[in-house]
C-alpha cells in the first residue's frame, strides 16, 4: 500500500483519460459488451455467508471507484455499468453467476470472487464465452495453472500459496524463533488445503516439526476434539489456514480450553470482524498482502467510511482497487471493451496499486514480485500491528 486512493485515482485517471460512467450494481443494460453505449464490467463474491464482509467490501469498493471514475470524466468515451451478483460463498453459486454476467449481461471482464475455489470452479464458463476474470484474493495456485497449463482466462492480483506458505513458515520459524507448530484447516477447502501443505513445506524445510495436523469439515462448529489433540502436542503456535469465522471460533473454545499460545491465520483471516472476539484473538497473528493499519491508506479508509457509514476497509477492498486498476489500464491499452482484447491487454499494462507496482506475468497471468506482510492483532485496542514484511517470491 504506497498511495492514498485519491492519488492513486488521480494518476491513473491522468494517464488513462478515462470517462463518464454510471454504476447500476445488479442492473442490466440492454446493449452488448461492445458496441453499446456503456462498458459493463462484472463482479462476482460473497455477499452472503461465512465470507460476507469480505465480498460487501469488493462490491462497496468498486462502487466507490466507479463513482470516483465518473466525476472525473471517460473511458473510452463511454459510461461503465458495474453489475454485482451474489456468490453466496458457493462453488456452484459461482457458476451459475459466472454464466449469467457472461450470457445474459455480456459483461467485457469479470472482477472476483473473492475465494479460491469459487475461480477455480468458473474456468469452464471463462474459456467457453471467452472472458477474462481478475481474482482479488484466490491464492490456490488452481486458479491460473494446473497440471502446468496456462487458465487462458484466469487473472489474479494477490500472491499464490505457495508463496503465502513461505511468509508463513518464514515467520513463525525465523521471526518468532518457533520449531514446534499445530495445523487445524478445513479438509475440503482448496484454499486451505494449498497453503497448508505449502506452510508445512517450507515450516519443515527449516527445522520445524509439526505436532499436530487436525482437520473439521465447513459447518463445524464443535472443535474441542482437535483442539485437546494439539493441546496435548504442546504446539508453540498454532497454523489455521482458514476463514475469519472460523477463526473465531476455534480461539474462543481453545482459549475455553485453557489453550493460550497464538495462531496464526493466513489472509482469509484478517478481518475488521476478529475485534468482536478482541479477547480471545489477542496476540495472535494474520497474514496480509498489505497493512491494514499503513498511513499511506488512510485517505482510501476514511473516503470509504465516510461513504459507508462508517464501515471498516477489509483486505479484499485494497486488492479490488487494485483489481480495477488494472481493468481500466488493460481497456484502454485494448482500445475497446472487446473481452479477447481486454484478456490480452493485462499482461501489457502495469498500474501502482495500493499494494504496490501490479505488473501481470504472461506466462502464469499472477503478479509479478509480490511481497506479503504478517501483523499481530492487537484485541485491547481492536486494532492490528504491522510486524514485518517477507518476500512472497
Not at 34 to 53: N, R
Not at 171 to 192: E, S
Not at 298 to 325: I, P, Q, S, T, V
Request: proline share 2%; charged share 25%.
Amino acid at each position: 500500500m504506497r498511495k492514498s486512493m485519491k492519488k492513486l485515482i488521480a494518476l491513473t485517471l491522468a494517464c488513462l483519460m478515462l470517462a463518464t460512467l454510471f454504476v447500476g450494481c445488479g442492473k442490466k443494460d440492454d446493449g452488448g459488451s461492445s458496441g453499446g453505449d456503456t462498458i459493463k464490467l462484472g463482479w462476482m463474491g460473497s455477499l452472503t455467508g461465512d465470507q460476507a464482509a469480505y465480498g460487501t467490501c469488493e462490491s462497496q469498493t468498486l462502487k466507490m471507484m466507479v463513482e470516483d471514475l465518473n466525476a472525473n470524466g471517460g473511458l473510452l468515451g463511454k459510461q461503465v455499468e458495474l453489475i454485482c451478483y451474489d456468490t453466496k460463498g458457493d462453488a456452484q453459486e459461482a457458476v451459475n453467476v459466472a454464466k449469467r454476467l457472461c450470457a445474459q449481461d455480456q459483461v467485457c471482464a469479470i472482477i472476483g470472487p473473492n475465494a479460491s475455489g469459487q475461480c477455480i470452479a468458473i474456468q469452464s464458463v471463462l474459456d467457453q464465452y471467452k472472458i477474462s476474470d481478475m481474482s482479488t484474493v484466490a491464492t490456490n495456485e488452481k486458479v491460473t495453472m494446473q497440471d502446468g497449463q496456462l487458465k487462458e482466462y484466469n487473472f489474479r492480483v494477490c500472491f499464490l500459496d505457495p508463496q503465502q506458505g513461505k511468509i508463513a513458515g518464514s515467520f513463525v520459524y525465523d521471526n518468532l524463533g518457533f520449531d514446534k507448530a499445530a495445523i487445524l484447516y478445513d479438509v475440503n477447502d482448496d484454499y486451505a488445503l494449498g497453503l497448508k501443505d505449502n506452510f508445512v513445506k517450507v515450516f519443515e524445510s527449516k527445522g520445524g516439526t509439526i505436532v499436530a495436523e487436525e482437520g473439521y469439515t465447513a459447518g463445524d462448529t464443535d472443535f474441542t476434539a482437535q483442539l485437546t489433540k494439539i493441546k496435548e502436542a504442546q504446539p508453540q503456535i498454532i497454523f489455521t489456514p482458514i476463514f475469519y469465522q472460523d477463526f473465531i471460533m476455534i480461539h474462543k473454545q481453545a482459549r475455553t480450553l485453557g489453550i493460550e499460545v497464538p495462531m496464526l491465520g493466513g489472509d482469509g483471516c484478517a478481518s475488521e470482524v476478529l475485534f468482536d472476539a478482541a479477547d480471545a484473538v489477542d496476540g495472535s497473528y494474520v497474514i496480509n498482502h498489505v497493512s491494514l493499519v499503513d498511513p499511506a491508506g488512510d485517505a482510501f479508509r476514511k473516503e470509504y467510511a465516510e461513504k459507508y457509514n462508517g464501515a471498516k476497509m477489509e483486505l479484499n477492498g485494497y486488492m479490488a482497487h487494485d483489481a480495477f486498476l488494472l481493468w481500466c489500464a488493460a481497456v484502454e491499452k485494448a482500445g475497446s471493451d472487446d473481452p479477447q482484447a481486454i484478456a490480452d491487454a493485462y499482461s501489457q499494462v502495469e498500474v501502482e496499486g495500493m499494494a504496490g507496482k501490479i505488473k501481470i506475468s504472461a506466462e502464469d497471468h499472477n503478479p509479478v514480485g509480490k511481497s506479503g506482510c504478517v501483523e499481530r492483532i492487537d484485541g485491547k485496542n481492536k486494532t492490528y500491528v504491522f510486524e514485518t514484511y517477507i518476500a512472497a517470491d
